[in-house]
């Protein structure tokens, strides 16, 4: 059984920083490609940046490009999203989640992942 548990949210200030966790179980971050969503109350579900499997490509949203920093510890399995400089703007709730794909290319379509977590939420004051 597939399971992604993220931890690492809160209430941080403005220009803080946050460093989100995902941690699986049950699959082999090595043959996913692993990604960030996050939501905002009344907006979509928005891509904020992705790993391919073979950890050659990431990608990012405009949103949060120079800012957010997407990794993986394959020993440990788990995913990590470091923010930096954050805003009012980037409060939401994040989601980890996996896709299996041989492709390298990441995808940022939400409908096309296979597993997500439960979300954690971060809140940034100014």
């Known amino acids: 059984q597939v399971q992604l548990v993220e931890s690492g949210g809160g209430s941080v200030q403005a220009g803080g920083s946050l460093r989100l966790s995902c941690a699986a179980s049950?699959?082999?971050?090595?043959?996913?490609?692993m990604h960030w969503f996050r939501q905002a109350p009344g907006k979509e579900r928005e891509f904020v940046a992705g790993l391919s499997w073979s950890g050659t490509n990431t990608r990012y949203g405009d949103s949060v490009k120079g800012r957010f920093t997407i990794s993986t510890d394959n020993v440990k399995n788990t995913v990590y999203l470091q923010m930096n400089s954050l805003g009012s703007e980037d409060t939401a709730v994040y989601y980890c989640?996996?896709?299996?794909?041989?492709?390298?290319?990441?995808?940022?379509?939400?409908?096309?992942?296979?597993?997500w977590g439960q979300g954690t939420q971060v809140t940034v004051s100014s």
């Open positions: 989640a996996a896709k299996y794909t041989r492709l390298s290319a990441v995808d940022t379509t939400p409908s096309r992942m296979n597993y």
């Open positions: 049950g699959l082999t971050l090595s043959r996913y490609t």
